[in-house]
């Protein structure tokens, strides 16, 4: 049961394949995950096809981008900073207070918002938590640190089924 829950809407191993066609229309919100989604959790490079998917989804969709972390760091400042969109640090997802606070803020209701991020248990189960639409990326890279390693391994196991089902 509680695997079923965290199934996302979409998966995707890179932001190429997350063509605006698989997006459904009425999501013009994008909460984007930071570690291992749009920043490498290793080399701290930039995931150069996620900054294009954002510039094209702001300028030709008109979207809004929120970029989200449960961590801090200056590279997020200065991502964030770049893109000139707002940035939630230390954000206790799945859990997080800030997705209500946003969308209270701007008015925006949760069908027109998605999460996009690497993780089941905080960016999918907190998009599915908040009724937000949900995208699963692939991490950048499968190196993670203490208990991180274990859940991906699970999770990865659970990406494969899902993705049998879709």
Same mark, same amino acid.
């Given at each position: 049961? !509680?695997?079923? !829950?965290?199934?996302?809407?979409?998966?995707?191993?890179?932001?190429?394949?997350?063509?605006? *066609?698989?997006?459904?229309?009425?999501?013009?919100?994008a909460?984007?995950?930071?570690?291992?989604?749009?920043?490498h959790?290793?080399? #701290? +490079? &930039?995931?150069? +096809?996620?900054?294009?998917?954002?510039? %094209?989804?702001?300028?030709?969709?008109?979207?809004?981008?929120?970029? &989200?972390?449960?961590?801090? =760091? +200056?590279?997020?400042?200065?991502?964030?900073?770049?893109?000139?969109?707002?940035?939630?640090?230390?954000?206790?997802?799945? /859990?997080? &207070? =800030?997705?209500?606070?946003?969308?209270?803020? @701007?008015?925006?209701?949760?069908? +027109?918002?998605?999460? /996009?991020?690497?993780?089941?248990?905080? *960016?999918?189960?907190?998009?599915?938590? #908040?009724?937000?639409? %949900? &995208?699963?990326?692939?991490?950048?890279?499968?190196?993670?640190?203490? @208990?991180?390693?274990? /859940?991906?391994?699970?999770?990865?196991?659970?990406?494969?089924?899902y993705?049998? %089902?879709?």
């Amino acid at each position: 049961m !509680f695997k079923q !829950f965290l199934k996302p809407d979409c998966i995707v191993s890179s932001f190429e394949e997350l063509t605006f *066609d698989r997006v459904p229309k009425r999501c013009f919100v994008a909460f984007i995950d930071l570690d291992n989604t749009l920043i490498h959790k290793t080399t #701290h +490079q &930039i995931n150069a +096809q996620g900054i294009a998917w954002i510039h %094209t989804f702001m300028s030709q969709h008109r979207g809004k981008v929120i970029l &989200i972390s449960n961590n801090k =760091h +200056q590279d997020f400042e200065t991502l964030a900073s770049e893109l000139n969109v707002p940035l939630i640090q230390l954000a206790f997802k799945p /859990i997080s &207070i =800030h997705y209500r606070k946003m969308l209270k803020k @701007y008015g925006w209701n949760q069908s +027109q918002v998605m999460v /996009i991020g690497d993780q089941l248990l905080t *960016d999918i189960l907190g998009g599915k938590f #908040h009724g937000f639409y %949900t &995208i699963y990326h692939k991490p950048l890279t499968s190196k993670d640190v203490g @208990y991180n390693g274990l /859940i991906r391994r699970l999770e990865k196991k659970w990406i494969k089924d899902y993705e049998s %089902t879709m």
